[in-house]
């Protein structure tokens, strides 16, 4: 069994320093909210949640961080940037991960005790997720499978009403290179302090399968929250505000009953 | 027993006592198990230790971490990776500070505040009894359980020198800064990391300086290979090599880098490596080679302005600073709740559970070749949970106990060791962590 207080590889090779970019949105923070902190997935950075999630949830009066986990890193990087993150905020954080971001924020979870945490559209069950993305997005997908460039495509990311004029910008500023841990990595650890947890994510979404949310939720306890006709961007498609708002409302529910 | 009017009863909330690293960590984890905590603090402010604003706070003004970052600072609260390995005091504080301040700690903890007793009043409940530190009247409260995290580096522990001393002498604890040396003739008693530190800084002050150790020691570098000394120690410990072979090649470690420290006057090392409490210091043998520092052994006498020294010969310092160590102290529990020997040494379950109150648990009481903080992180966790089984499942609790009760002390406790009581304590980070796992296995949440 994997000991959880013998951490060899952190005692002897600390994951180095590295620059990441913190995008964040504090002005109109009330003090009695936790600070939220949103880690992308794969080819997206804080950008994507700086389009409108980000000015959403600091309009209802959090402090709203987003970040970009140094590009090129593994897992465990990925992973020692969001806590380092987290831990330099001056509260306890609630951490909202979206795709691959997810299986980041769940591995997190396991090294930092979250406020509460949000798993949007988790990809963290790498085999279903790989074989949809082979049958949706064979040409996009292939070449990842062999070191090369991921290609996301308008179908995979967004519902049928986003236009086209609109998602391309965006789809060409996702660069994506996943790494085999992607499929590979053990199950998420158990998360520390027990923190209420939620996950959100589309029936329609043609990356995480409808079974695969449903797993994850129920690894966590809960049932998936769903909104259906949207992509698997759901920080970026049409109808962005629904899950935002949706989460930010079961947020303000937890934290009143804690 | 019935309510005593006078006594404010707590119900389930548990007391800490001490808001330093250790009692920091068991609030947190009190809390996340579910438990109210009342914290009492007989200083203003948090970092026990760390907080140099302390009277009773035993660092100096040069003071930096002798264990490397990784191996310091909290498992679930990392230390800014941008700070150096080895961060000074004012750092570790503000670690702390951020802390307490990220987990909103502070709004359990009373400050000025000093535990005078704790009682039991059967039924596993406790009496505290808390008394203003300006004064002030006393209190009673009762609470469910009581986690000690007082702190075991602030009671200076003073040698008996017999004869009069013309000069100064001042116990370590009150050195504060390297200007109490500067242009001074000083003698630095024991062989600790404070008088090794001391030391040092008294070779960069004062006019002369001699340090006196009653034996030989290892003295590691804090760099070997380029890397902190701990982190390449537990690359050892990783691939579990036996204590022997580590012996052998911390021994060949040594000569490579340090050298062979007898040819400065010191004696040869009485016991093996890793049977005593770590010296950290590349800088002692560096002032060594320079002939600022002069070793001496150990003190016997005063004698006017003279010291005099075991084989004899006479020093005359104008200060002397006795690094001699700590020694814990519980003044407000009776010496049999904790299993405390004629001498002053409690006896607990992994240096953390009263033996005969399973609602009494010590934090923080641990010395070891790694960090303070992880290590009492993992005890406030296992106390934390202990505490959650014996509500929630009476007899589960009462079987972890029993099993418990047969977990061979040699297996978290190191045997082998100088026999002073500075070693009291002394644990080997892996096994120790290894130990505490176990116990926290056994305590698993079911669900
Ligand atoms: C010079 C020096 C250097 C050190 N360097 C390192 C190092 O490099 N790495 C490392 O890990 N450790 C180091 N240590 C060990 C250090 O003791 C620990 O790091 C840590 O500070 C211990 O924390 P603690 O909370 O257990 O005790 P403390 O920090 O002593 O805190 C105990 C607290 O309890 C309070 N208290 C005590 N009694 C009462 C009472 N009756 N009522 C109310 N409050 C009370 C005290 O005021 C204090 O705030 C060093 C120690 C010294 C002396
Ligand atoms: N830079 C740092 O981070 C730093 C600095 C200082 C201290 N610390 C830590 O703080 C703790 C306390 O350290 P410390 O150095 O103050 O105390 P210590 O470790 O208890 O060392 C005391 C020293 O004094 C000797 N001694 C004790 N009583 C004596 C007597 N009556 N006569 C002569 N010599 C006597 C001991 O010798 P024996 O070997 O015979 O016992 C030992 O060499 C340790 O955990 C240490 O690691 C860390």
């Known amino acids: 069994m994997r000991s959880e207080l013998l951490r060899f590889a952190d005692w002897t090779d600390p994951v180095p320093a ?18 939220l902190l949103f880690v992308p997935g794969l080819g997206h950075g804080a950008w994507a949640f700086a389009e409108h999630w980000l000015p959403r949830a600091a309009e209802r009066g959090f402090a709203a961080h987003a970040l970009t986990p140094r590009p090129g890193g593994d897992l465990r990087a990925q992973v020692h940037d969001v806590v380092q993150v987290a831990a330099s905020l001056p509260r306890q954080v609630v951490l909202v991960g979206h795709g691959a971001g997810a299986l980041v924020t769940a591995y997190a979870m396991g090294r930092y005790p979250a406020r509460a945490a949000v798993l949007a559209a988790p990809v963290m069950d790498g085999w279903p997720t790989l074989w949809a993305a082979l049958r949706t997005n064979p040409v996009g997908t292939l070449p990842a499978l062999f070191g090369g460039r991921l290609r996301l495509n308008r179908k995979q990311l967004f519902g049928p009403g986003m236009p086209a004029e609109q998602a391309q910008p965006w789809l060409d500023r996702i660069v994506a290179r ?81 | ?239 579990r090599l036996p204590l022997r072979l580590r012996q052998w090649l911390y021994r060949r470690v040594l000569a490579l880098t340090t050298g062979d420290l007898t040819r400065y006057g010191l004696p040869v090392p009485d016991h093996q490596p890793y049977e005593s409490h770590p010296i950290v210091n590349s800088q002692l043998p560096f002032y060594l080679g320079h002939g600022r520092i002069t070793p001496v052994p150990d003190v016997t006498g005063f004698d006017g302005a003279s010291a005099v020294l075991a084989d004899g010969r006479r020093v005359e310092p104008d200060l002397v600073i006795t690094a001699t160590g700590y020694r814990p102290r519980f003044e407000f529990l009776a010496p049999e709740l904790l299993g405390t020997a004629e001498d002053g040494r409690p006896d607990l379950h992994l240096h953390a559970f009263a033996r005969q109150h399973p609602t009494l648990a010590v934090v923080g009481l641990v010395q070891a070749d790694f960090g303070l903080f992880p290590l009492a992180h993992w005890q406030s966790v296992a106390v934390a949970r202990w505490l959650r089984l014996r509500v929630t499942d009476p007899e589960r609790a009462a079987a972890v106990q029993q099993k418990e009760s047969t977990r061979p002390v040699a297996g978290w406790s190191r045997r082998r060791v100088v026999p002073t009581a500075r070693h009291w304590f002394e644990v080997d980070h892996a096994d120790y962590l290894r130990a505490v796992e176990g116990l926290l296995r056994e305590m698993e949440p079911t669900a």
């Open chain 1, 178 to 258: 996943p790494r085999r841990e992607l499929v590979t990595h053990d199950p998420a650890p158990r998360p520390v302090g027990d923190p209420p947890v939620l996950v959100v994510g589309s029936p329609d979404d043609r990356i995480v399968p409808r079974t695969s949310l449903d797993r994850i939720a129920a690894l966590y306890g809960g049932a998936p929250l769903l909104f259906p006709g949207m992509g698997h961007d759901l920080m970026l498609d049409v109808t962005w505000s629904e899950p935002i708002e949706a989460v930010l409302d079961w947020l303000a529910k937890e934290l009143s009953e804690q």
């Open chain 1, 18 to 35: 590295a620059a990441r970019e913190v995008v964040s949105l504090t002005e109109d923070a009330r003090d009695d909210l936790p600070p």
């Open chain 2, 1 to 239: 027993m019935p309510d005593t009017p006078d006594i404010a009863d707590r119900r389930d909330a548990v007391c800490v006592i001490g808001a330093g690293a250790s009692g920091l960590a068991a609030i947190k984890n009190l809390r996340e198990h579910g438990f109210e905590v009342d914290c009492y603090e007989r200083e203003t402010s948090v970092g026990g230790a760390w907080n140099w604003r302390h009277d009773r706070s035993p660092v100096s003004a040069g003071t930096h971490l002798i264990s490397s970052r990784p191996l310091t600072e909290f498992p679930d609260f990392p230390m800014p990776d941008t700070w150096p390995d080895y961060p000074g005091h004012q750092q570790v504080l503000s670690y702390l500070e951020r802390y307490s301040a990220h987990f909103g700690l502070e709004r359990d903890v009373w400050f000025g505040t000093e535990v005078v007793s704790v009682e039991p009043v059967g039924d596993g409940r406790w009496d505290v009894t808390t008394q203003s530190t300006g004064g002030g009247s006393s209190r009673v409260q009762r609470y469910a359980g009581v986690v000690v995290a007082n702190g075991h580096n602030w009671s200076p522990s003073r040698p008996e020198i017999p004869g009069d001393f013309r000069g100064q002498v001042i116990h370590s604890a009150q050195y504060k800064d390297p200007t109490q040396l500067r242009g001074r003739k000083v003698l630095v008693i024991g062989g600790g990391n404070t008088g090794c530190d001391i030391a040092v800084e008294a070779a960069q002050q004062a006019s002369s300086v001699w340090h006196s150790t009653r034996r030989g020691y290892w003295y590691a570098p804090k760099y070997v290979f380029g890397r902190p000394a701990d982190q390449v120690n537990d690359r050892l410990l990783a691939l």
